[in-house]
């Protein structure tokens, strides 16, 4: 079992920066694969970034690349996602999942779920 705690949303105004924290409870953390998805209201939830168990590997959606940066502490238990030059349409509750297997961009493959935070981009 792992519980997953967001922190770190709230408003940024457009072209600024914003680091999301997630908190893994469990001495497993090291071997599940987590990532952020994103959910902006009457939107489907919508892939943002996933990081393997060792933290080698990482993806991303294609729209966000190059602006976001997802990474992880194992001896923390905490997973990150870096955000720069946010843009309102970034402005959405940000979830991170974990997953005891390899990593996935389809939050059904997804077995744990923290509560999110939300982000909101505005002037």
């Known amino acids: 079992q792992v519980q997953l705690v967001e922190s770190g949303g709230g408003l940024v105004q457009p072209g600024g920066s914003l680091r999301l924290s997630c908190a893994a409870s469990g001495r497993t953390f090291s071997s599940y694969a987590m990532a952020w998805f994103r959910q902006a209201p009457g939107k489907d939830r919508e892939f943002v970034a996933s990081i393997s168990a060792s933290g080698s590997f990482t993806y991303y959606a294609d729209s966000l690349k190059g602006r976001f940066t997802i990474s992880r502490d194992n001896a923390e238990n905490t997973v990150y996602l870096r955000m720069n030059n946010v843009k309102p349409d970034d402005t959405a509750v940000y979830y991170c999942?974990?997953?005891?297997?390899?990593?996935?961009?389809?939050?059904?493959?997804?077995?744990?779920w923290g509560r999110g935070t939300q982000v909101t981009v505005s002037s």
């Open positions: 999942a974990a997953r005891a297997a390899g990593t996935s961009y389809l939050p059904d493959n997804y077995q744990y």
